[in-house]
C-alpha cells in the first residue's frame, strides 16, 4: 500500500524535473507500485496504451554508453517533431529563461557551448539515477492515446514523490530513439514517447534548486459565469 508521506496537493506542487540524483538503488517493489498506482489514470475507451521498458544496472550502462556514443558524432534520430521550428511568444521568452537559470546554477557561461554540450549529454547517463524509465506506446495509436500517455507520466512523476523518489522527463533519450530501440529491442511499430529519470534526489546538487516560474491563473483560465 502507498506511504501517503506528502498530500496529493503538494506531491503535484513540490514537482520539478531533478537534474542530478543520489546513486541509492531503487528497489523493485518500489518502481511496481509507483507503475501500478499510475496505471490507474484515465483513458478514452479504458485502451490502457502505455508501455514501459525499465532499465537499472548494465543495462542502463550499455544504453547510455551507446547513447552518448551517438549524441557525440551527432547520429540524431528525431522520433517525433516535440517543438515548433520557429517558436513565437510568449513561448521562445519562457525558454530562454529556463536556459539561462538553469546553466547559472550550474556555473555555465552563455558563450561556454562545450560546457553547455556536457550538461545536456548528461541527459544520456540518466543524471545519475539509478532508474530510466521509457514510456512507448503502438505507432497506429492516434492523438487520444497521446492525452492518455500524458496522464499516465504525470501519475508517475507525482506518485513517485508519495514514495519519496523523484524524477526527470526526458524527451531528449527522442532524439536518439534509434539507439533506444536496438538496445532495449523495442520494435518499429512502437513510438518512443519518452525518457524518464527515477531515483533519489541529490539535496546538495545546485541544479536540483531551480523552481521554473509559472504564470498566475488569470493569464491561462477563464471563467465563463453568465
Request: charge should be neutral; hydrophobic fraction near 45%.
Amino acid at each position: 500500500m502507498l506511504q501517503n508521506r506528502i498530500s496529493a496537493l503538494d506531491a503535484v506542487v513540490g514537482r520539478r524535473s531533478v537534474r542530478r540524483f543520489l546513486p541509492t538503488p531503487v528497489a523493485k517493489e518500489q518502481i511496481t507500485t509507483v507503475l501500478a498506482a499510475a496505471s490507474r489514470a484515465p483513458s478514452g475507451v479504458n485502451a490502457q496504451p502505455w508501455l514501459v521498458h525499465v532499465v537499472t544496472g548494465a543495462a542502463s550502462e550499455r544504453l547510455s554508453c551507446a547513447a552518448m556514443q551517438a549524441a557525440q558524432v551527432g547520429e540524431i534520430g528525431l522520433e517525433y517533431q516535440y517543438l515548433p521550428a520557429i517558436m513565437q511568444e510568449p513561448y521562445l521568452s519562457r525558454r530562454r529563461k529556463l536556459g539561462h537559470d538553469l546553466y547559472a546554477l550550474y556555473g555555465i557561461g552563455r558563450d561556454d557551448r562545450a560546457a553547455r554540450k556536457n550538461a545536456m549529454l548528461r541527459n544520456f547517463e540518466f543524471f545519475g539515477a539509478p532508474v530510466g524509465l521509457f514510456f512507448t506506446m503502438e505507432r497506429e495509436m492516434t492523438l487520444g492515446s497521446w492525452l492518455d500517455m500524458g496522464m499516465f507520466m504525470q501519475n508517475v512523476m507525482t506518485v513517485a514523490r508519495t514514495v519519496g523518489l523523484e524524477t526527470c522527463p526526458q524527451q531528449a533519450w527522442c532524439d536518439v530513439g534509434g539507439v533506444v530501440h536496438k538496445e532495449l529491442g523495442i520494435p518499429e511499430n512502437h513510438i518512443l514517447l519518452s525518457g524518464m529519470a527515477l531515483g533519489y534526489v541529490d539535496p546538495d546538487a545546485p541544479e536540483n534548486s531551480l523552481v521554473t516560474e509559472r504564470v498566475p491563473v488569470d493569464e491561462f483560465a477563464t471563467f465563463h459565469t453568465g
